[in-house]
């Protein structure tokens, strides 16, 4: 069972201080991603948004800066947008970190909960399902060892083509992130590619009929167990008090901002507290709790690896490192 941490650099305002500076929140990042290793920690991801509240645009730039600094920790895109992205360049990026970082770059591709890449790379949300199927395609044809000639919609045809750089010791690792469509599940399943799941609301065990149909699809397509994972938001303090009173404030914050966007309601404590209960999709509370949390998911779901993601609304920095700590230190170990 792997742990770790999640991040999309967010950019809001920590208490009764200003939002940081992209650059600010970019080092902590980097101070974050140490200290995950640190703590004993499996696995950091950095995910890609083009918008001004998150500053990780370009997550295969802050993960080669981790890279520099850590020796053992894997380092992933959580996630990165494929369906607005270059597949070569996309490759080329990762190839590039694996061998930065002697063979712990992994590449998690999805569709984006965010639609601002479609028009700031010139494509249309029309093509949104046709752009994720046709780069997935390329990305993994472009993986193997042999010259690929391939012809598509959405960028030039390449023929008899290997890119480079090539990863050292086996094909780039690509992951599957959704986010509650069997489309995609099935899709992952069928392709023999490893699952992540973003639960960011309502019952972790809502997702168990998903999972049971990506090894289903698995087993469609000739394929091998494959490793599944959970991206889930979540914040672990000293105590349950100290847990709710750091981290309710900054999540209503950001849930509320992003909802209004997409006609949600503000967020409620009432809310808040029924996703923090037992069965619910927030795992706050002190590293005890959180532990049977996560091993209650693992456990109804079959996980290979659970990744939370602490920094929902930006919380302080010295806050966010005992978080990582606790994560590493106490939680991990009990759910191992």
Do not use: C
Request: glycine share 10%; proline share 6%; no cysteine.
């Amino acid at each position: 069972m792997e742990l770790g941490l999640t991040t999309f650099a967010e950019l809001y305002p920590v208490g009764d201080q200003p939002a940081p500076t992209a650059g600010q929140r970019l080092r902590e990042v980097l101070d974050e991603a140490v200290a995950a290793e640190q703590a004993g920690l499996d696995v950091y991801g950095v995910g890609e948004h083009h918008r001004k509240d998150f500053a990780a645009s370009a997550p295969a730039v802050v993960l080669g800066a981790i890279a520099g600094q850590t020796q053992r920790i894997q380092l992933t895109s959580a996630v990165t947008v494929l369906s607005s992205a270059d597949p070569v360049r996309v490759y080329q990026e990762f190839a590039t970190l694996d061998g930065l970082s002697n063979g712990r770059a992994e590449l998690m591709a999805g569709r984006g909960s965010f639609t601002e890449s479609f028009p700031l790379f010139g494509l249309s949300l029309g093509d949104y399902d046709e752009l994720f199927e046709e780069k997935l395609a390329l990305l993994l044809h472009l993986r193997e060892d042999n010259p690929v000639t391939w012809t598509g919609k959405f960028r030039a045809p390449l023929t008899d083509t290997i890119v480079y750089p090539r990863t050292d010791s086996r094909p780039l690792p690509v992951w599957i992130a959704v986010g509650g469509s069997p489309e995609s599940v099935v899709r992952a399943g069928l392709l023999g590619l490893p699952l992540a799941i973003a639960i960011i609301g309502g019952e972790p065990a809502r997702f168990k009929p998903l999972v049971d149909l990506y090894h289903r699809a698995l087993e469609e397509g000739g394929h091998d167990k494959q490793p599944v994972a959970v991206h889930a938001h979540g914040y672990i303090a000293d105590t349950d008090e100290q847990a709710i009173a750091d981290f309710y404030e900054p999540y209503a914050l950001a849930m509320s901002t992003i909802g209004r966007e997409r006609g949600w309601g503000p967020m409620t404590k009432a809310q808040f507290d029924g996703l923090r209960s037992q069965s619910g999709s927030l795992f706050v509370g002190t590293p005890d709790y959180v532990a049977e949390k996560v091993a209650d998911v693992r456990d109804t779901l079959g996980l290979d690896r659970f990744m939370l993601h602490t920094s929902v609304g930006t919380l302080p920095h010295e806050k966010v490192l005992h978080n990582i700590q606790l994560l590493g230190e106490k939680v991990a170990p009990q759910v191992r």
